[in-house]
């Protein structure tokens, strides 16, 4: 998956007269397995080469393309950008000599002047080198109006008919096609293991304060997704209720107004009423899939990491869910503040039941949870009572590359720690993924992958 904020930079750039060209290296690897990065670099030409380090996750493979691209076209510009790397800006620049410089921050107009030919010297949000020092100009002021920006300009990406088809997991030609719409930049609330919300976002860009877009805007991108791109399922990249409930209803009436047959994803920070409900089913037609970070039964390690309900919200939630067929994944998260191992395992009995009572709720079997560089709990851990185990590109870098669950977690807790935090980990997944191999979630299953996949014909027995 690409960071949305490509398709912005690249539609910015084109249509302020720079030739720019998309290139998703993961989608081009599963495409022509059998090529390497080189084989699928060869012919490329450019001025610059810029190179998303946005999620930690990529940080080795971001790395290593720089390297690859410097190779190989040795008059090229090399240059990060996205949260990665403009947090640990500095230590790239040091570590790396074939990186040229990184764009700190958000990244249209710093990027738009590299390609008009500016140095580095005159432009904000740069971090470059300079006779051997690494030098940064300061963050940009941040854009306060975003619909200066298109979100929705999918054909510079020569790809996107594709790409549209691609999840985490991968291309899936089976797949409605999907894509990621921003409904703003930065948050106002401030998760402890967010790196997108108003602390983590401000040390990575610099953007002081959260700037949400006008819901008639939101609606317009959502018509065009489906009208010229045949999007059938749109992700926002916030819940709506973030802004509060007239702004949540004013967007919902709006996309309703367009009659556009999509569906919809996004991630609850707030727990809908049944008002709000109905309303986020008029506006889309095509239905609703709504992540829950449950995260644990622990009710103070919940709050204490940022999340504003309680478990008998939730279990207040879960009928009105049901009752209008609205679709939930369902998230708990190992290695919290404040929780121990018997709450892990209690967590691992309370998802079970929750999909006994709940077809219409899927647990995602947990992975490592490894903290963002620049969240909260990262920055201030002693806040969190955690002790943070990675603290520099490079360490984030070599986890990157590693098959080892353990390597993935970079945080202790006064109760569990790394190895406590990989083995619950691992014995939560392998719980959830025995009983879904047993067939008893079958109905759950089922329910959820047809809500995103073509051709999915849900039975009483589909397994």
Known sequence: MMPMGLFTIADYLARNGVEVRLVNLALERILHPHADVRQLLKGYDADIAAVSLHWFVHTHGAIETARIVRAMLPNTKVVLGGFTSSFFAREILERYSFIDAVVVGE??????????????????????????RVRFTGFRKPVDDLERYSFTCLKNYERWQLYV????????????????????????????????????????????EPVVRSPKRLADDVAVLAGEYGIKVVKLSHDPLIWGERYFVELMEEIAKRGVDVGAYWDLTYLP????????????????????????????????????????????????????????????????????????????????????????????????YTMDPHAPMALRPGDYGVRKLCASIECYKKLARSEKWEDWIVHETADLRRRDIAELTLKFFKKLERAYGEGEFGENMARRYSFEHEGFVLTAQPW
Not at 108 to 132: H, K, M, N, Q
Not at 170 to 197: D, E, I, M, Q
Not at 198 to 206: I, L, V
């Open 273 to 368: 009423r049944e008002e709000l409900i109905k309303k986020a089913l008029r506006a889309f037609e095509g239905g609703l899939c709504w992540g829950l970070s449950i995260e644990t039964t622990n009710d103070r390690a919940r709050e204490g990491v940022g999340r504003p309900y309680s478990l008998a919200d939730i279990e207040g939630f879960l009928p009105l869910a049901q009752r209008y067929d609205v679709l939930l994944d369902g998230y708990f998260l190992v290695g919290l503040p404040w929780t121990t191992r018997e709450d892990v395992e209690r967590d691992m009995d309370y998802a079970l039941k929750l999909m006994r009572l709940y077809r219409n709720v899927y647990v995602v079997p947990p992975f490592p």
């Open 107 to 132: 990244g249209e107009e710093t990027l738009l002047e590299l390609a008009r030919g500016l140095e580095p010297e005159r432009i904000r949000g740069v971090a470059y080198r300079d006779s051997g």
């Open 165 to 208: 088809k691609c999840s985490p997991s991968g291309y899936t030609p089976t797949r409605k096609p999907s894509f990621w719409l921003a409904v703003a930049r930065s948050c106002p609330l401030n998760c402890a293991y967010c790196g997108g919300g108003r602390e983590g976002y401000r040390a990575a860009m610099g953007r002081e």
